[in-house]
């Protein structure tokens, strides 16, 4: 059986995170091995990472080379042989995220960002052309003043969490800008957690990711 590598985007607060646990539940009741992580991290490296990105003041091109220096890590230790494995990779977050907040939220040059997905999601080989990139991406659409609602008090802000409405506005263009592509997803989340999780169970079938 080959790998299905699913990634979930939105800003923060669109609900991403809760509805990890019920895709696990979904995939392994499907007879699927699921290997579940997240960006930034997924391995004691890119961890140590993400702790410096959500906590330390940077320039936009050294929040760009940390996000994708823990990607690479967690690429070649995790994503690879997981998929090889035949595995469900189940990813909050992967290189979608950067475009939209280096990208869009930050101002940050796209190419440069291109160059760097392209070094460090290249195959191996004869596959050096072919870039690892999600097989579908469910994207989590939610307006940034409804989002900012459901985090205030949720939680303590991370570096990024704690930006303003207006940071979120343009992460938000950002993902809506890269939703043209195919294998993204967009799922309604303005609506109660049960219809949100209807939406991510019936896109699955649809495209043939479940039996
Ligand atoms: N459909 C929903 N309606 C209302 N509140 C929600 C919904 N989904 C999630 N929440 C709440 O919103 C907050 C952010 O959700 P979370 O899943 O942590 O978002 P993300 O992982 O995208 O940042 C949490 O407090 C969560 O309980
Ligand atoms: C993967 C990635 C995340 N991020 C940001 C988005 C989030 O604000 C933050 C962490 O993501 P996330 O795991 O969604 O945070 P939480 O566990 O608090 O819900 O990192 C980037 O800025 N660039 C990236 O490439």
Redesign the pocket.
């Known amino acids: 059986m080959s790998g299905l590598f699913l990634t979930l985007e939105?800003?923060?607060?669109?609900?991403?995170?809760?509805?990890i646990d019920a895709l696990e539940v979904l995939f392994k009741a499907s007879g699927r091995t699921v290997t579940r992580t997240r960006e930034p991290g997924g391995t004691p490296l890119a961890e140590t990472l993400r702790g410096l990105i959500l906590s330390q003041p940077m320039d936009a091109l050294t929040e760009s080379l940390l996000v994708f220096a823990a990607r690479r890590d967690h690429v070649v230790q995790v994503i690879v042989p997981a998929l090889a494995r035949g595995d469900v990779v189940l990813c909050?977050r992967f290189t979608d995220a950067t475009f939209a907040y280096q990208g869009a939220g930050r101002g940050f040059d796209a190419g440069v960002l291109s160059t760097l997905e392209r070094w460090v999601q290249a195959g191996q080989g004869a596959d050096a052309d072919a870039l690892l990139q999600p097989h579908i991406t469910l994207w989590?659409d939610l307006n940034p003043e409804v989002?900012a609602e459901?985090?205030a008090g949720?939680?303590l802000p991370d570096r990024f969490e704690a930006q303003p409405v207006e940071f979120f506005r343009r992460v938000a263009a950002g993902y809506a800008a890269r939703a043209a592509d195919p294998r993204f997803a967009r799922i309604d989340?303005d609506?109660?957690?049960d219809?949100?999780w209807h939406q991510v169970e019936a896109v699955l079938r649809q495209r043939g990711h479940l039996a």
């Open positions: 939105g800003i923060d607060g669109a609900g991403k995170s809760s509805h909050d989590f989002a459901r985090l949720a939680r989340a609506l109660p957690r219809q949100v």
